[in-house]
């Protein structure tokens, strides 16, 4: 940890940086008439400089897309800031379940098999608020001040299955995005139904780290199963649920900075949650940040979508919108 050492890791996060398009010559941004900026986005603060597994090597300080900006504008500018969309964190604990259609009780009956196949009778049964098993490590939520649970196990080492069921019912009808993130260095796979219906079966294959099935709704109770398996092996298997509606994913406060602004940095992309050693992940953004993009950039037309990445994403839905 040295100065040099600083100076070198510095030029390199420059030079790693590509410029894919830049329209009317927004970039750089012009001091003289940008008075007012907001920084936006899951990827703004904290920094989000690795990804997950063999990936993290957490530096000596991080410095974030919000810090960097406010830091370089100094008193020239306002700076504002606003995540825009929830973290997985809260999207799990902000989705309501009962245990039955009418007049049960809040949460979901879970059922924890020792066994990977969901056989036999279930070692315990009991009723969780949310879906989770596991614990990731989440330290933007450390960050941000949102709710964190102790590490909850598995159970005895072994392999597990597990099954939850329980009651969602929307405020209104739409497009909801069931959205699964599981993780760990085992071989795991998950089964999602609605109304008895298999709409995703990533049993025997995974798709992706964490993935979004967009399932129409009705303003009623829909019963909802996540069935879910791990085996024995290294590190520490989590998983994890929750439902948002599409349309609704973006805070409307977030939306209505950016057209206060005269220009917004829209920090999107992956981190350790979402981009990890041992697991594919989706060519689209996280779930939400498609959404994000599209309703920030109507709202002020000097948006600069800045992606973190380790690989390439797909651009298709934005990018005639935003102009760098």
């Known amino acids: 940890y040295s100065q040099t050492g600083r100076e070198a890791a510095l030029q390199g996060a420059r030079e790693a940086m590509v410029l894919l398009k830049n329209e009317g010559n927004l970039l750089p941004l012009d ?20 990804g997950g ?13 919000l810090e960097g900006v406010s830091d370089h ?10 995540r825009g969309i929830p973290s997985l964190n809260m999207i799990a604990h902000e989705t309501r379940f009962s245990t039955g259609p009418t ?13 990977e196949d969901l ?9 969780d608020p949310i879906v989770r098993a596991g614990q990731p490590l989440d330290v933007a939520a450390l960050s941000l001040g949102e709710p964190v649970d102790e590490p909850e196990l598995y159970g005895p080492p072994g392999p597990l299955s597990f099954r939850w069921t329980g009651y969602y019912t929307p405020e ?3 497009t909801f995005d069931v959205v699964v993130q599981q993780g760990g260095f085992t071989t795991s796979g998950y089964r999602l139904y609605v109304d008895d219906k298999l709409v995703a079966d990533r049993w025997t294959w995974q798709q992706a780290i964490v993935e979004g099935t967009p399932v129409p709704l009705d303003a009623r109770p829909h019963k909802i199963v ?26 409307s406060a ?48 000097n948006t600069v979508v800045v992606i973190t990445s380790g690989g390439g994403t797909d651009m298709v839905p934005w990018l005639d919108r935003v102009p760098a």
């Open 254 to 301: 977030a939306v209505a900075l950016a057209g206060r602004v005269d220009a917004v940095v829209l920090a999107v992309g992956f981190s350790p949650q979402t981009e990890s050693e041992g697991w594919d992940r989706t060519f689209g953004l996280p779930p939400g940040q498609d959404e994000l993009i599209q309703r920030v950039a109507a709202a002020n037309h």
């Open 103 to 115: 007049g049960g009780q809040r949460g979901l009956t879970t059922e924890v098999y020792h066994n």
């Open 172 to 174: 209104r009808a739409g």
């Open 226 to 251: 996540l069935e879910h398996r791990t085996s024995v092996g290294f590190g520490s298997p989590f998983i994890r649920m929750g439902i948002v509606r599409e349309g609704d994913w973006t805070d």
């Open 31 to 50: 001091r003289q008439r940008v008075h007012t900026i907001a920084v936006i986005g899951p990827d703004a603060y904290p920094a989000e400089p690795i």
């Open 73 to 82: 504008l100094g008193t020239d500018a306002r700076v504002y800031h606003a």
């Open 53 to 65: 597994g063999s990936a993290e090597i957490p530096p000596y300080h991080m410095v974030s897309f």
């Open 119 to 127: 056989s036999g009778t279930p070692a315990t049964t009991r009723v």
